[in-house]
């Protein structure tokens, strides 16, 4: 069992990459003509990576790569459970059950690495944060720049409105 899991891990870790590298082979095709070009895609954009030797902001910082106060805006629990689902698949809101990543229930004003049973990067047990909502909403934008070497893989969430509404689900997740 635990090896199905891991194969299937593997598998979907090489189809993310896959994905986000463009499959990681050139193309040789000639050029399309403009009635057969494709369809525009849709373009990703990835939070800008601090410098690296910034560091991680301090626990008291909650500045984002994009500029955006937390308390500019206003969240929607309901849609915030919506851009969950693509957190389920690392996390959930139950009470301690850990997947991938620890449980999520009662995130809001916990310390950084505290969930009984989950086993945290160094990194992340030794950060001395406390999940507030403004720092929530700054490591969503992008964790590794939050904390830099925590086994986190999600690239963070660059739109400020969905992690002000993933933080109202995470608050009261019924």
Known sequence: MVRM???AAVVAM???????????????????????????????VAAPAAPADAGPPAADDFTTVDGVEYSSLTSDAAAGKLVF????????????????????????????????????SAANADSDVVWTEEKLFQYLENPQRVIPK???IFAGLPDAQKRADVIAYLKNPS
């Open 5 to 7: 899991k891991t194969m």
């Open 150 to 152: 925590t086994k986190m």
């Open 14 to 44: 090489s189809v993310l990459a896959a994905a986000c590298s463009g499959g990681g082979s050139e193309s040789s095709e000639p050029a399309t003509t403009e009635a057969e070009a494709p369809e525009p895609a849709v373009e990703v």
């Open 85 to 120: 689902a693509q957190c389920r698949t690392c996390h959930v809101t139950d009470p301690g059950v850990n997947r991938t990543g620890p449980s999520l229930a009662g995130i809001v004003g916990r310390e950084s690495g505290s969930v009984a049973g989950y086993n945290y």
